[in-house]
């Protein structure tokens, strides 16, 4: 799924050129739970304008809306634009 995947650094000088990701993060690393809060956090960023109530649990998001149609909102545009990138959202527990 990931095979050819490229990336490039924006920095404060400018951005560079694209590279191939030739390694994952490994399981265990402890730069994951940096990424993790990384990525919550600006994913909760643009929850909390639309959302009347967001909690989180560890890996799980709670959105709590007046209507089921915004609760259902964000989770079909997540899995819009995860699903064009290759990637899947689950919306329920396994």
């Known amino acids: ?3 050819g995947a490229k990336t490039a650094v924006r920095t404060h000088e400018g951005q560079t050129e694209s590279f191939l990701i030739t390694v994952g993060l490994h399981q265990g690393s402890s730069l994951s739970p ?3 809060a990384l990525v919550m956090d600006e994913l909760i960023g643009h929850i909390q304008d639309d959302i009347h ?3 989180l649990f560890a890996d799980d998001i709670v959105l709590i ?3 089921q149609e ?3 909102a964000k989770p ?3 899995r819009e634009v995860l699903e064009s990138k290759g990637l899947r959202i689950s919306r329920s527990k396994t």
Do not use: I, K
Request: proline share 0%.
């Open 1 to 3: 799924m990931y095979e």
């Open 34 to 36: 940096y990424l993790f």
């Open 53 to 55: 109530w967001c909690m």
């Open 65 to 67: 809306d007046e209507t």
């Open 70 to 72: 915004g609760v259902n």
């Open 76 to 78: 079909n545009l997540w």
